[in-house]
């Protein structure tokens, strides 16, 4: 059974950082295409990076680009989202998601087969 947990989400001010870590169970991440995903309140779920150890290079949302770096750590099946910069528009549940159909990089939530429950962040101004 495929697991992913979330962690490090918080509290921080403008211009702060944090890191987001996601610990996959059940499948090993060199097989899965990764990304993270976020959902503020009363907006749709937007694709934040994504990463494949056999796909074509990660990718990652417009908002976010420059500012975030997603990466990963095979041996503790773990990926991860460096958040630098942040901004209040940051603010969101962010969520771990991961699929195996294909190799390719993806910020569109229906490739995504499994999902953690999210963790919290919250950027003040």
């Known amino acids: 059974q495929v697991q992913l947990l979330e962690s490090g989400g918080g509290a921080v001010q403008a211009g702060g950082s944090l890191r987001l870590s996601c610990l996959v169970s059940?499948?090993?991440?060199?097989?899965?295409?990764m990304a993270w995903f976020r959902q503020a309140p009363g907006k749709e779920r937007e694709g934040v990076a994504s990463?494949?150890?056999?796909?074509?290079?990660?990718i990652y949302g417009h908002s976010v680009r420059g500012r975030f770096t997603i990466s990963q750590d095979i041996p503790k099946n773990t990926i991860y989202l460096q958040m630098n910069n942040l901004d209040p528009d940051d603010t969101a549940v962010y969520y771990c998601?991961?699929?195996?159909?294909?190799?390719?990089?993806?910020?569109?939530?229906?490739?995504?087969?499994?999902w953690g429950q999210g963790t919290q962040v919250t950027v003040s101004s």
């Open positions: 998601a991961a699929h195996r159909n294909d190799y390719r990089e993806s910020l569109v939530a229906a490739d995504y087969d499994y």
């Open positions: 059940g499948y090993t991440i060199s097989r899965f295409v």
């Open positions: 990463t494949a150890v056999y796909g074509d290079g990660d």
